[in-house]
């Protein structure tokens, strides 16, 4: 039986390609040392502390089939959460919640994305490098993916206005991604109304993925339904947030998407069919969650302090750039991959090549030349681990910066 061509130029996924790449290879460990895996965004900090009490109150709600889109008091903490943090006012009815926000964006193409555009096949903006579940959306349903550099040349964030007019004007959607994973760049809000009206112009979407959100280094950043709404332009933008960063579970699977009364009928309309609603007492806890700031807080103010050891320990690095949001370093190396492996051999540090997290165009891979290091231990750790990368990638006497 044959199997559909739509995913077969996918590569083989990140993580199962780094394990190959390391197959074989001994961590090089001096006494005393332990291996550190740098290349996973799963946060490590502490969870909420009551999420065990919140768990623990609501278990009956496992017996029960949970509400396809979110039970009402979550959808109010959520609405809560936007107000305090955007100030918007959104009903209800405009927000769903999701199994994590990988499952809300890749719907939400399947649910919004047409057949055609203009006459033509659409085509999805994807920024290069780019969380992957982006490119397999655009596979799904059957669109162009248009991969754009986001590079230090550009900010490391995509200049989609430099793409033809002939290519915007059959684009569906846009996907971006603020704090950026993998660059922790920011989309301000010149940025922010520049896209909007872009979209407006040539009459697509813009997917926002903003899961690390609230994590950055001064000011938060803006919201791209935020700005838009204040636009008038509300219905250009779907946004997307998740518990995973914010509040350290990732494992709780729980997130949400949010836009205009119009895309939100069509989103709900497919999950009903096709989707997997989170369950109640998971509910119980996003709630909790998305009511509470203090641990927010707290792990912000962690990842302010390993952001600060990281300017002490690579800041004289040629290339370095400082993160503003999200927890990955973004680091300049000859070649991706041959770093990986020197890190793993010679100090037992697992980094991710950045040419895994994006397509190779015109044949440049824009991520070949970086690797992406997660600072999700703690801050001694981390300080440890980033002083080893050092001394194998950047000192003079080993020296491949």
């Not at 992957?132 to 754009?148: I, K, L, N, R, S």
């Not at 990842?303 to 503003?324: E, H, S, T």
Request: charged letters at 20%; glycine letters at 8%; a negative charge.
């Amino acid at each position: 039986m044959a199997i559909p061509e739509r995913f077969s130029n996918l590569p083989e996924y990140a993580f199962p390609r780094l394990r190959t790449l390391l197959s074989g290879i001994e961590p090089g460990l001096k006494q005393g040392e332990s291996p550190m895996v740098l290349t996973i965004g799963e946060p490590r900090h502490q969870m909420p502390d009551f999420l065990g009490r919140v768990l623990a109150e609501n278990l009956a709600g496992f017996a029960k089939y949970p509400t396809n889109e979110g039970m009402p008091a979550l959808l109010d903490a959520i609405g809560g959460w936007l107000g305090r943090r955007y100030d918007l006012d959104v009903a209800p009815e405009r927000i769903m919640a999701l199994n994590g926000t990988r499952e809300g964006l890749f719907n939400a193409a399947m649910a919004l994305c047409p057949e055609q555009k203009n006459g033509q096949r659409p085509a999805i903006l994807i920024p290069n490098p780019f969380y992957q579940v982006y490119a397999v959306a655009a596979a799904a349903v059957q669109a162009d993916p248009v991969f754009v550099a986001a590079t230090p040349a550009s900010g490391n964030l995509p200049d989609y206005a430099a793409l033809p007019a002939e290519v915007l004007d059959r684009t569906a959607i846009a996907y971006l991604c603020s704090p950026a994973n993998p660059q922790g760049a920011i989309a301000d809000r010149d940025y922010l109304e520049r896209l909007i009206g872009l979209a407006e112009r040539h009459d697509f979407l813009i997917f926002a993925d903003e899961c690390y959100s609230e994590i950055y280094r001064d000011a938060p950043p803006p919201g791209a339904l935020a700005v838009a709404t204040q636009m008038g332009l509300a219905d250009r933008v779907v946004m997307f947030n998740s518990l995973s960063k914010r509040s350290n579970l990732p494992g709780l699977r729980s997130g949400f998407v949010a836009g205009s009364a119009e895309h939100l009928v069509q989103i709900r309309r497919l999950r009903s069919y096709a989707g997997a609603p989170l369950p109640l007492p998971l509910q119980a806890v996003s709630e909790a969650a998305w009511r509470d700031e203090d641990h927010v807080i707290a792990s912000r103010d962690l990842y302010r302090r390993k952001y600060v050891i990281a300017d002490r320990v690579l800041g004289n690095v040629p290339g370095y750039r400082p993160i503003q949001g999200g927890f990955f370093l973004w680091l300049p190396v000859a070649d991706g991959e041959e770093a990986a492996r020197r890190l793993w051999a010679r100090a037992g540090i697992q980094v991710l090549p950045g040419a895994y997290l994006s397509r190779e165009v015109d044949g440049n891979n824009p991520g070949k030349e970086f690797i992406r290091v997660a600072l999700v231990a703690a801050p001694e750790e981390t300080e440890a681990a980033l002083t080893r990368l050092r001394g194998v990638l950047y000192d003079e006497t080993t020296g491949e910066g």
